[in-house]
Structures are given as structure tokens and as C-alpha cells.
């Protein structure tokens, strides 16, 4: 499937505001919230966040609003349709990708299996 027909990935209002306060506090308007996948995890594949400033040739830079989210040719075809959604609860605060690609996840909700 070429990148150009992949579905989006999106960033929930939640997940937004969040990165956007991130950002606003390391005082660099250029960073994003970077999403990858890499084979390993409970399930198969493992999610990992970071931010960055940089777009690589290969990388997708989505418009969420007040923050962005960029994500490599190669993890987006595991990501396409997925959302980012940040959970701020009692127990844990964190960002959480419901993936509709995922058959299986593990219970720590950091990685995932596809079909």
C-alpha cells in the first residue's frame, strides 16, 4: 500500500492539549510527538513516544491543532486509522493508541499484535 492511500493517524483532543502543554514547558515550538513501532513487546510489536523536531525523508507529519504528530513510512503502515488518545486517570497518566489494526494487546497496553 503506498503512503499517499494509508489512512491517517489523529491525534483525540486529549492527546493534543497534552503534547501542546509539553512542548509549551521544554520551550521549543518545533518538537512534535513522535510514534513508532518496533518489533518486540508481549504481543509482537512495542509503541514508543518521544519528541523530536526533526522530519526524516520517510515521516509523516499529522496536524492535530495545537501540537503535531509525526510518524515513519514503515510504522504507519501498522498505524493507518489509528488515534492517540491521552489517559490522565487516578492510577496512571499517559498516551494510549487505539489501533485498529491490533488483534491483541497485552495488559501494560504498550504493545500490540496484528492479524
Given at each position: 500500500?503506498?503512503?499517499?492511500?494509508?489512512?491517517?493517524?489523529?491525534?483525540?483532543p486529549?492527546?493534543?492539549?497534552?503534547?501542546?502543554?509539553?512542548?509549551?514547558?521544554?520551550?521549543?515550538?518545533?518538537?512534535?510527538?513522535?510514534?513508532?513501532?518496533?518489533g518486540?513487546?508481549?504481543?509482537?510489536?512495542?509503541?514508543?513516544?518521544?519528541?523530536?523536531?526533526?522530519?526524516?525523508?520517510?515521516?509523516?507529519?499529522?496536524?492535530?491543532?495545537p501540537?503535531?504528530?509525526?510518524?515513519?513510512?514503515?510504522?504507519?503502515?501498522?498505524?493507518?486509522?489509528?488515534?492517540?488518545?491521552?489517559?490522565?486517570?487516578?492510577?496512571?497518566?499517559?498516551?494510549?493508541?487505539?489501533?485498529?489494526?491490533?488483534?491483541?494487546?497485552?495488559?501494560?497496553?504498550?504493545?500490540?499484535?496484528?492479524?
Amino acid at each position: 500500500m503506498d503512503a499517499a492511500t494509508i489512512p491517517d493517524v489523529s491525534l483525540s483532543p486529549q492527546a493534543a492539549r497534552r503534547i501542546a502543554e509539553i512542548v509549551a514547558h521544554e520551550g521549543n515550538p518545533a518538537l512534535m510527538l513522535r510514534l513508532t513501532v518496533s518489533g518486540g513487546g508481549c504481543s509482537g510489536f512495542q509503541y514508543a513516544f518521544s519528541l523530536d523536531a526533526a522530519v526524516n525523508e520517510d515521516d509523516r507529519v499529522f496536524d492535530g491543532g495545537p501540537a503535531k504528530l509525526v510518524v515513519d513510512e514503515t510504522s504507519l503502515g501498522l498505524l493507518a486509522g489509528a488515534e492517540i488518545h491521552y489517559d490522565d486517570g487516578l492510577m496512571a497518566a499517559h498516551f494510549t493508541v487505539r489501533n485498529p489494526n491490533a488483534t491483541a494487546s497485552c495488559g501494560c497496553g504498550t504493545s500490540f499484535a496484528v492479524g
